[in-house]
């Protein structure tokens, strides 16, 4: 791996006149209200342990500074990508709306030092700094203040109109009041972050697998996906691949009549034991974790270190199993769920063995079907 090189970065110099997108390995927006609670009351604490009354923009030059922490970019060509930082950057992004919002409601000039952060001008078109193709009309309406109805739209759309929500609700505006121009000085000159780039894939996975966004750690499909998603070089056979795990992922988690967050995870455990699996821990004390275990914990760098046995690693294998075999023994795992809850002719043993709490017929019942 190369020397990733570090910048400090305040949020002006982070956002302004530039623009970030996101890789297909990566995973949704997902902070929810907690995480954006956390964060106004951090930004805010910090702020006001420095504003006193009556002090003018000007004075904002002598408050401490605040660090968000640090985020990972790739560049490929002229595009920065982030490969660890989106939910922070989204975030900041929305705030940075709402403030603008406010802040030209109130007919404050501080409005015109935010708008570049959050937009440019490309020939009268409205360039955002998130350039992400499928939340664009979602940032728009937001920035513009029309309505938006995320229904039906992907997960991250769905979150980012809910957070922006939660941002509109929080009464931080008239919390601080007429200190809110000093608040956005701040906020644009005094906070920042650590910015970390690398100038290829390879690294970027590297980092990405070690690396997790404040408040919300990455999880073991996400890492996954990003494993597999790494190789495939040809951008629209990736963004197939990502398009059919992501439809994949969300029919699994959210099944009728029993929506779970955790329940691709509960069927990757399954599918990996049920056809990958060959060995066991040893029933004796200071035995070492063996595939079974593994599969159970950290079944993401299991798939990585037995890449072989499991036939990915390139390519071709690796589009295959996300487009192919990952789809088709989810919908033979939510087959078997759905028969184990209601009786169906055929598969009457499936719900009598449910219903007498048979642990491992989900992964039992995966093992004959074969895809490849």
């Given at each position: 791996m190369g020397s990733p090189t570090p910048y400090y970065r305040t949020i002006t110099q982070l956002l302004q006149s530039r623009s970030f997108s996101v890789d297909d390995y990566q995973r949704e927006y997902k902070w929810d209200k907690p995480n954006?609670?956390?964060?106004?009351?951090?930004?805010?604490?910090?702020?006001?342990?420095?504003?006193?009354?009556?002090d003018p923009p000007r004075a904002v030059s002598g408050y401490p500074?605040?660090?968000?922490?640090?985020?990972?970019?790739?560049?490929?060509g002229s595009?920065?990508?982030?490969?660890?930082?989106?939910?922070?950057?989204?975030?900041?992004?929305?705030?940075?709306?709402y403030l603008y919002r406010e802040t030209k409601a109130r007919d404050l000039s501080v409005f015109t030092t935010i708008e570049p952060l959050i937009f440019s001008d490309d020939l009268g078109e409205?360039?955002?700094?998130?350039?992400?193709?499928?939340?664009?009309?979602?940032?728009?309406?937001?920035?513009?203040?029309e309505d938006y109805t995320p229904d039906g739209k992907d997960e991250s759309t769905q979150t980012i109109v809910h957070r922006y929500g939660?941002?509109?609700?929080?009464?931080?505006?008239?919390?601080?009041?007429?200190?809110?121009?000093?608040?956005?000085?701040?906020?644009?000159?005094?906070?920042?972050?650590?910015?970390?780039?690398?100038?290829?894939?390879?690294?970027?996975y590297a980092i990405f697998e070690t690396m997790n966004d404040r408040g919300k750690p990455l999880s073991p499909v996400d890492m996954l996906k990003a494993y597999l998603l790494a190789p495939i070089d040809d951008p629209d056979r990736r963004s197939v691949a990502n398009r059919v795990w992501r439809k994949t992922v969300h029919e699994l988690t959210s099944w009728e009549p029993d929506p779970n967050p955790e329940r691709d995870s509960s069927f990757i455990k399954a599918w990996?034991?049920?056809?990958y699996a060959e060995t066991i821990r040893d029933r004796k004390a200071g035995a070492s974790?063996?595939?079974?275990?593994?599969?159970?914990?950290?079944f993401h760098r299991w798939i990585r270190d037995r890449a072989t046995h499991v036939g990915v690693g390139d390519d071709k294998s690796n589009f295959l199993l996300m487009t192919e075999e990952f789809p088709?023994?989810?919908r033979a795992y939510r087959r078997i769920l759905d028969a184990g809850r209601r009786y169906t002719d055929g598969l009457e043993s499936i719900f009598y063995n449910a219903h007498n709490e048979f642990t491992w017929q989900n992964t039992v019942l995966l093992a004959p079907p074969k895809r490849r």
């Open positions: 954006i609670d956390e964060l106004l009351s951090d930004l805010v604490g910090a702020f006001q342990n420095a504003y006193r009354d009556g500074t605040y660090f968000l922490g640090s985020i990972i970019v790739t560049r490929r595009t920065d990508f982030l490969v660890d930082g989106q939910q922070r950057v989204t975030s900041l992004t929305l705030l940075l709306i409205q360039n955002f700094n998130l350039k992400i193709e499928d939340r664009l009309p979602a940032i728009q309406a937001l920035f513009n203040g939660d941002i509109q609700s929080s009464g931080l505006s008239d919390e601080l009041g007429q200190a809110l121009p000093n608040f956005v000085y701040w906020l644009l000159r005094n906070v920042g972050l650590i910015e970390i780039t690398t100038e290829n894939d390879t690294d970027a990996l034991r049920a056809k974790d063996k595939d079974w275990e593994l599969i159970s914990t950290t088709f023994f989810a």
